[in-house]
């Protein structure tokens, strides 16, 4: 009879750790959980930790409560000004609401993925290119609010979403980088005249200056001679009169000219002296003594 009992009891402790093996529920902390009892969400929601259900009565779901990172598949559009484009983003969103989350949505991952994916499409056609390549703040907060509005009712706020990549025609691509080259050979330009019209002004200001002082031209002439001189050019090319070349020539060929008779009965015939053609002198560049060179007047 013992005996009996013995096993008896034994039965009932292997059935009752059984039981309460099968009924609890270790909750972790970044999960809340969601408990169905026959069919009906209790609206307790189960904390982090250990907790008991019901045997073959209840049912816990469990909801991560984590911030959830989901790329969404690049999507092919054409904006406003009819350019076709491929545009990727990131969406990252949390569960606020854990019953809502289990109950109202069957899917709530595969429910924000295809929001996220209608709302991107549907930005895509409202904007424009400039806007996709430099405006992204203003389009990534009205992809938020697109997406917010569904998702509330869902238990799950967006925390942000943002736009990737924007893959362009090959041909769009050639057509801004001629546009980029263009408008760089713009500002080539107008920086040049700019600066030809500065120069310009400046030369304009030295010339007024020499004119009023015509000491300061022939001090010009002497720095630019030392300029020339000093990189050891074997010739030293000097400036001379265009007058003075004429009169030399006109003396060579003895056609000077004569005074008329007006001037015969006014005044006294001056001596007419024939100059003879004198040597031009060049220097060799080396401070040898220069060498002179007749110029030959027949």
Aim: no cysteine.
């Amino acid at each position: 009879m013992g005996t009996v009992a013995l096993f008896v009891f034994l039965a009932v402790v292997v059935i009752a750790a059984g039981l309460w093996f099968s009924s609890a529920r270790v909750v972790r902390q970044v999960e809340r959980g969601v408990v169905f009892r026959l069919g009906r969400a209790q609206e307790r929601v189960r904390q982090p930790g250990l907790t008991m259900l019901v045997p073959f009565v209840d049912r816990m779901t469990k909801v991560n409560v984590q911030v959830i990172t989901m790329p969404v598949p690049a999507q092919e559009g054409i904006t406003r000004d009819n350019v076709t484009v491929r545009v990727d983003a990131v969406v990252y969103f949390r569960v606020i609401d854990q019953m809502r989350a289990a109950v109202v949505v069957q899917d709530y991952r595969f429910a924000i993925l295809q929001v996220a994916q209608t709302s991107l499409r549907s930005i895509l056609g409202k904007s424009e290119l400039d806007d996709l390549l430099s405006n992204r703040e203003k389009l990534n907060e009205g992809l938020e609010v697109m997406m917010d509005s569904p998702a509330t009712g869902w238990g799950v706020e967006i925390d942000r979403v943002e736009i990737k990549d924007v893959a362009l025609p090959e041909s769009m691509k050639r057509s801004m980088s001629r546009q980029a080259e263009a408008e760089r050979e713009r500002r080539s330009r107008v920086i040049t005249a700019d600066g030809e019209l500065q120069a310009s002004a400046k030369l304009s200001e030295a010339a007024r200056t020499m004119s009023a002082n015509p000491a300061a031209l022939q001090l010009r002439l002497l720095q630019t001679m030392v300029e020339v001189a000093a990189e050891k050019n074997s010739t030293l090319v000097l400036p001379f009169p265009v007058e003075m070349l004429r009169f030399f020539e006109a003396a060579a060929s003895g056609k000077a000219s004569l005074p008329s008779a007006s001037e015969e009965t006014h005044a006294e015939p001056a001596e007419q002296i024939e100059p003879e053609p004198g040597p031009l002198l060049t220097t060799n560049g080396h401070g040898s003594t220069p060498s002179p060179v007749v110029v030959d007047g027949s």
